[in-house]
């Protein structure tokens, strides 16, 4: 498999987490709505599943709806907040530096008429509660903040802002794309005072095609998907058994070892700094924050160009984020970093099951596209 770096664009599944899903397929394969023993079986087991993944999260099973993905229960929330606000207000606050699952529902809430302020980021890549408190008005009906940058790894101060809205008596939902924090940063939807959060399987070892949503208990959204009233009402469509079966499992398992892996992804993080830094023209670009993400750039080379050498040598790391596709980021954009500096912007991330030689690896190929490659003349 080579060097696997890429750990913020999507994780392997993990054994335990596949073996898990065959199962569901192979032996527990009844449709959770069925009133034959086959059938509730499976929705008794999903009913465990959700205990599992809700224990992770740190709330209660009925707070927690499947969804297919962190995109889905990021739509969700912004769609039915404001559909709940909407005799409040029409307001929305979100950040600048949010994923497109975020900024995009928000873009087209502008299109319908919608006021959306984005909140720019400090030098530090994170948002200042001075701004989002300027930003707080009566009219307000929904906050949108992330808990880590998918691209930075800044952790952004979600309860500040929980506290902020109801010091203000604002009547603002609060919701959190917590897709790239769940298992990376400890947290539970109750300390950080937030009624809607989203996360996502393929970021903790689960499958792809697989997400959650948290609702606070007492908030009653509209619903995700209107049909046969699967998951209490707000999300129909037949619980895909295999797929919640693993991101269970690994959530579990992940929220087991969860003090281990985030020790070894900050020891990791600390000797990849250590390493890359020794590399001519390399600058970190925010040392600190979550421990699983170090965006790096390596001044004056184009990131696309360093990238394929690199996957040439079976290192993996991304160029930005993966959900780009070739376009500028918009979050190292918003940090209005010098052109040069954004252009070889690189994303280097960890998992638990990452090693020192993954990043020795990454070290010696960078120093090699150092030398070797030409420095872009833009
Ligand atoms: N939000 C953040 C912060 C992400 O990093 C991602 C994925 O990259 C998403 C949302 C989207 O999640 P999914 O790929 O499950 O749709």
Redesign the pocket.
């Given at each position: 498999m080579g060097h696997y770096l890429d750990n913020?664009?999507t994780t392997p599944v993990r054994p335990e987490a596949a073996q898990a899903a065959l199962e569901a397929m192979t032996e527990g394969w009844g449709n959770p709505s069925a009133r034959y023993d086959l059938g509730t079986r499976a929705a008794d087991q999903v009913k465990l599943w959700r205990a599992d993944v809700a224990a992770a999260m740190g709330c209660l099973p009925e707070e927690v709806i499947f969804t297919s993905?962190?995109?889905?229960s990021?739509n969700w929330a912004i769609q039915a907040a404001v559909q709940l606000g909407r005799h409040k207000g029409r307001h929305i606050i979100t950040t600048a530096i949010e994923?497109s699952?975020v900024l995009n529902p928000c873009k087209e809430l502008e299109r319908q008429g919608y006021e959306v302020t984005y909140l720019k980021p400090n030098r530090r890549g994170t948002i200042d509660l001075e701004d989002l408190r300027a930003a707080l008005r009566p009219d307000t009906i929904l906050v949108s903040m992330?808990l880590v940058n998918?691209e930075l790894g800044t952790v952004l101060p979600v309860a500040e802002t929980a506290k902020a809205i109801k010091d203000a008596k604002c009547p603002a939902l609060l919701h959190c794309?917590a897709?790239?924090g769940f298992l990376k940063v400890p947290f539970t939807p109750a300390q950080l005072g937030v009624d809607m959060l989203?996360i996502?399987g393929?970021?903790i070892h689960a499958p792809?095609g697989i997400?959650a949503m948290y609702i606070r208990k007492g908030l009653k959204l509209p619903p995700m998907i209107l049909g046969g009233g699967q998951e209490n009402g707000l999300r129909s469509g037949t619980e895909p058994t295999a797929q919640i079966a693993a991101l269970a499992t690994a959530a579990k398992l992940g929220q087991a070892s969860l003090e281990r892996d985030l020790r070894h992804m900050e020891e990791l993080k600390a000797y990849a700094v250590e390493r890359l830094t020794a590399i001519p023209g390399l600058n970190v670009l925010v040392p600190d924050g979550a421990p699983h993400i170090l965006p790096i750039t390596l001044t004056g080379y184009k990131s696309e160009v360093v990238v394929r050498f690199l996957s040439d040598r079976g290192i993996y790391v991304s160029a930005g984020?993966?959900?780009h596709r070739g376009k500028p980021s918009h979050v190292y954009a918003a940090l209005k970093l010098p052109k040069k500096q954004q252009d070889g912007v690189l994303r280097v991330s960890f998992s638990y099951d990452t090693t020192r030689e993954d990043v020795d690896a990454l070290a010696s190929g960078l120093a090699a596209a150092h030398d070797q490659l030409f420095p872009s003349l833009s």
């Amino acid at each position: 498999m080579g060097h696997y770096l890429d750990n913020a664009a999507t994780t392997p599944v993990r054994p335990e987490a596949a073996q898990a899903a065959l199962e569901a397929m192979t032996e527990g394969w009844g449709n959770p709505s069925a009133r034959y023993d086959l059938g509730t079986r499976a929705a008794d087991q999903v009913k465990l599943w959700r205990a599992d993944v809700a224990a992770a999260m740190g709330c209660l099973p009925e707070e927690v709806i499947f969804t297919s993905c962190g995109t889905e229960s990021d739509n969700w929330a912004i769609q039915a907040a404001v559909q709940l606000g909407r005799h409040k207000g029409r307001h929305i606050i979100t950040t600048a530096i949010e994923h497109s699952a975020v900024l995009n529902p928000c873009k087209e809430l502008e299109r319908q008429g919608y006021e959306v302020t984005y909140l720019k980021p400090n030098r530090r890549g994170t948002i200042d509660l001075e701004d989002l408190r300027a930003a707080l008005r009566p009219d307000t009906i929904l906050v949108s903040m992330m808990l880590v940058n998918n691209e930075l790894g800044t952790v952004l101060p979600v309860a500040e802002t929980a506290k902020a809205i109801k010091d203000a008596k604002c009547p603002a939902l609060l919701h959190c794309d917590a897709v790239q924090g769940f298992l990376k940063v400890p947290f539970t939807p109750a300390q950080l005072g937030v009624d809607m959060l989203s996360i996502s399987g393929h970021k903790i070892h689960a499958p792809k095609g697989i997400g959650a949503m948290y609702i606070r208990k007492g908030l009653k959204l509209p619903p995700m998907i209107l049909g046969g009233g699967q998951e209490n009402g707000l999300r129909s469509g037949t619980e895909p058994t295999a797929q919640i079966a693993a991101l269970a499992t690994a959530a579990k398992l992940g929220q087991a070892s969860l003090e281990r892996d985030l020790r070894h992804m900050e020891e990791l993080k600390a000797y990849a700094v250590e390493r890359l830094t020794a590399i001519p023209g390399l600058n970190v670009l925010v040392p600190d924050g979550a421990p699983h993400i170090l965006p790096i750039t390596l001044t004056g080379y184009k990131s696309e160009v360093v990238v394929r050498f690199l996957s040439d040598r079976g290192i993996y790391v991304s160029a930005g984020s993966a959900c780009h596709r070739g376009k500028p980021s918009h979050v190292y954009a918003a940090l209005k970093l010098p052109k040069k500096q954004q252009d070889g912007v690189l994303r280097v991330s960890f998992s638990y099951d990452t090693t020192r030689e993954d990043v020795d690896a990454l070290a010696s190929g960078l120093a090699a596209a150092h030398d070797q490659l030409f420095p872009s003349l833009s």
